[in-house]
């Protein structure tokens, strides 16, 4: 069996040493994710006609600052997100150990909130519609996603659980076991996949029109594609939520899919807002 286990090809998790200074794929996942998502936005906000009345929700010279606030959001929430949702303990006797994000530890799910929060105090301060920066942001999510579970894989970290498949993988620092590349199956489903159905939704549907509509798929899709990859995915070793075949990972997850049938189920009962007279923003 060993002879058809695909070799795990091997990357060295700095990208570029510069002196003392390292540069790791982690990092770079994490600027390539937000910056392609800035220019994906501007992008969206570039087509008037996927609005309503061809009214942008965003003046788009207001996407950097919207950029600053979705950064601190992610980079916040998801570290702190780690720390009560999967070492609460550890971070609780060594305190000083929080702020180190270079040493890895970031947490989806606390990511989620701390840019949720962070977009809609954004949208009270320059006075836009919350739930049409939502669906902006949520649209360009899964490019984030793609790149950090990419990263993942890079790190040889979050493996699959042992099984016998034709492309499992040996992956340095573990047991030895052949396992699924579970990074990957998550970079396919919460990347590629989620973003081409929300790519259709917003292109081919015209959701940016009905807002909160895209928020709510995407929570929806985040969740039932996060589930699914947990069932190949090695759960997290001791952890409280780690119930038979349900993980933490599927129980912070179920969350997310009833809000995003909820959000949906709102979106489609909320009328189209009527064509403005108002001159697009410039």
């Known amino acids: 069996m ?4 695909i070799p795990y090809p091997v990357v060295d998790p700095v990208a570029l040493q510069l002196g003392p200074l390292s540069v790791k794929w982690y990092g770079l996942a994490y600027i ?5 998502g800035w220019l994906y ?3 969206l906000l ?3 006609q996927l609005w309503t009345g061809d009214r942008l929700p965003l003046d788009p010279q207001k996407v950097d600052d919207l950029l600053i606030y979705m950064t601190l959001g992610v980079l916040i929430g998801g570290r702190l997100g ?3 949702f999967y070492e ?3 971070f609780l006797n060594n305190p000083l150990a929080i702020p180190a994000v270079w040493m890895g530890g970031m947490s989806f799910h606390g990511g989620l909130l701390g840019s949720i929060l962070a977009i809609v105090y954004f949208a009270r301060r320059a006075k836009a519609d919350m739930w049409s920066l939502l669906d902006l942001c949520a649209a360009a999510a899964p490019i984030g996603l793609f790149f950090g579970r990419l990263a993942n894989f890079i790190n040889a970290e979050l493996v699959g659980r042992p099984t ?3 492309w499992a993988m040996v992956f340095p620092g573990s047991d030895g076991q052949e396992r699924h590349p579970s990074q990957l199956y998550e970079a396919l489903f919460e990347g590629l996949v989620l973003f081409a159905v929300l790519w259709w939704l917003t292109h081919r549907v015209q959701a940016l029109r009905r807002p909160g509509l895209l928020s709510g798929a995407f929570m929806l899709g985040y969740g039932l594609a996060r589930s699914f990859c947990e069932l190949f995915r090695e759960p997290d070793p001791g952890h409280i939520l780690t119930i038979g075949p349900f993980t933490a990972g599927i129980i912070y997850s179920l969350p997310m899919i009833a809000i ?3 959000i949906l189920r709102e979106a489609a009962r909320r009328p189209v807002p009527a064509p403005a007279d108002a001159q697009r923003p410039s």
């Open 260 to 262: 995003g049938l909820w």
């Open 2 to 5: 060993e002879l058809l286990v």
């Open 41 to 43: 936005i501007k992008r």
């Open 32 to 36: 390539a994710g937000l910056v392609l």
């Open 46 to 48: 570039g087509r008037p």
């Open 88 to 90: 609460p303990r550890h």
């Open 82 to 84: 780690y720390v009560l």
């Open 164 to 166: 016998t498949v034709a």
